[in-house]
């Protein structure tokens, strides 16, 4: 592009070839112009991006930024209701101990306060956790020899292998305190010591998470093969740090199943690998992520928490009416479906299912009007760029009868909540520990945690169960 001039000539005075060459100049300008507005617009809406209308995580917020939820407020003030039955500390029927407090042995008259007449007049508990200390069991066998010259002797347990070894509660506990309550090794080890003053190191606790991977492995498989045969299921992935690589943690969840599984890759490699999505008849709820559409051995749901984020910022950058139209519309109709599980049934009346439907592709119609598909310049090659508001329309009405299965089916739920919860918690445990060293370590803490969450889910005592499964009796689960 030829240099500009500083000033504004005197068009007056100009030639009619230099107002055609001021003219030839323009154009160019004119299209830089629109080219960098639309960049600047497409940057400032990544800005205007947060966790309550986008993909984003909350901890992304940062402290200035408050999240909003697309539900209508209750009006109620924050805290217990009026007329809700309350509940607070109770008086336990079993006493450990009884301090019995004296009565002065003599009043102020100076007559002597005998045990005669005596009445209990009150009584106060305090409930506490006794100050711990390691218990130690010594095991001694014995040997003998009769009278004919045979010798005898007892024999220990069959748990009981070593000189000195430790017991099953603390391998529980420290198990525990890892995979249960996300701590990292060294912490775990420091508050065995500090609670029972023994002494554990970081490398004992690791030794004992992957001795319980071993005795748990059969537990996860069959966990997995519980998933499959389900109507509905739930998958997510999220990026996982393993020895210092990028990996991706998959999760496949129910209501009352849980499994984890750690690879190299993101894509369908992954999930083939954990044979789990690839076997299933059932309905699978998930993001819009691309690789779950190669599976084509199961339906598809879509979890509308995401397109409920995605039509907020749309109304958010755009200020149409269609984005709020439609969000209006998936909150009425999860209304619907809860009101119908609440009152026993089984589906939604067909006229409302046709009217659902109906209203879903006429606001999508008119949405389409407001964004046209871009058309394709003049010399420019490859697949046209199209507006983010002409993607998400054009993916709502290819994907209506997935977007629309939690109508269809009322098995189905609104959302993916159920995967993101469960691919919370290891993301939590990234954030305490930091990344897993080794890929064996991600392997051990998925193995645990898909028992140890299922097990949660199923109304068990997560310690109890890892008590268990080192005395040598793993639960098992139930099949969901």
């Not at 748990?159 to 995979?179: D, F, I, M, W």
């Not at 606790?205 to 005795?215: H, I």
Request: charged share 20%; aromatic share 6%.
């Amino acid at each position: 592009m030829d240099k500009l001039p500083d000033q504004l000539p005197n068009l007056s005075s100009l030639s009619h070839a230099q107002k055609d060459e001021i003219i030839r100049l323009l154009f160019p300008l004119i299209a830089e112009v629109r080219r960098l507005s639309a960049r600047v617009a497409e940057l400032e809406a990544r800005l205007s991006k947060d966790s309550h209308n986008s993909s984003k995580p909350p901890s992304s917020d940062g402290l200035a930024k408050k999240s909003q939820s697309p539900n209508v407020p209750s009006g109620k003030k924050p805290g217990g209701q009026p007329g809700r039955a309350g509940k607070t500390l109770e008086r336990s029927m079993h006493v450990d101990t009884v301090i019995n407090h004296p009565l002065p042995p003599h009043c102020q008259c100076g007559a002597a306060l005998t045990g005669a007449g005596v009445l209990l007049h009150e009584q106060r508990q305090v409930i506490d956790i006794p100050v711990a200390h390691y218990h130690v069991t010594e095991h001694r066998t014995w040997q003998t020899r009769c009278t004919c010259g045979q010798i005898h002797q007892s024999a220990f347990p069959a748990e009981v292998t070593e000189v000195v070894q430790y017991g099953p509660n603390v391998r529980a506990l420290s198990v525990h305190l890892t995979h249960g309550q996300l701590l990292p090794l060294v912490r775990s080890a420091q508050l065995i010591t500090e609670l029972y003053g023994l002494s554990v190191s970081s490398g004992t606790v690791y030794a004992w998470s992957n001795q319980a991977a071993q005795l748990l492995l059969p537990e996860v498989t069959g966990i997995a093969q519980s998933l499959i045969g389900l109507p509905v299921v739930h998958a997510d992935e999220s990026g996982l740090r393993v020895a210092s690589h990028l990996h991706w943690l998959h999760t496949v969840a129910s209501d009352k199943l849980t499994w984890y599984g750690v690879h190299a890759q993101r894509g369908l490699p992954a999930i083939k690998a954990g044979g789990i999505l690839t076997h299933l008849t059932g309905t699978a709820v998930h993001d819009c992520w691309g690789p779950y559409w190669r599976l084509n051995n199961c339906l598809h749901a879509l979890c509308n928490a995401h397109l409920l984020r995605e039509l907020t910022f749309q109304r958010e950058t755009t200020r149409q009416r269609w984005p709020k139209r439609m969000i209006d519309l998936l909150i009425r109709c999860r209304d619907y479906c809860v009101a119908a599980r609440q009152a026993g049934q089984t589906a939604l009346s067909a006229w409302r299912i046709r009217r659902i439907f109906k209203d879903y592709n006429a606001i999508l119609n008119k949405a389409l009007v407001r964004n046209p598909p871009a058309q394709r310049q003049a010399k420019r090659r490859g697949r046209t760029k199209q507006s983010v508001a002409f993607n998400l329309i054009k993916r709502m009405r290819e994907h209506a009868t997935e977007v629309l299965r939690f109508v269809t089916d009322l098995r189905v739920p609104f959302t993916n909540n159920l995967a993101e919860r469960a691919i919370r918690m290891p993301k939590v445990k990234q954030k305490i520990s930091g990344c897993f060293r080794t890929l064996q370590g991600a392997q051990t803490f998925c193995i645990i945690r898909s028992y140890l969450d299922t097990m949660r889910k199923q109304g068990h005592n997560m310690f109890e169960v890892l008590r268990q499964t080192f005395i040598g009796r793993p639960l098992s689960h139930d099949s969901g």
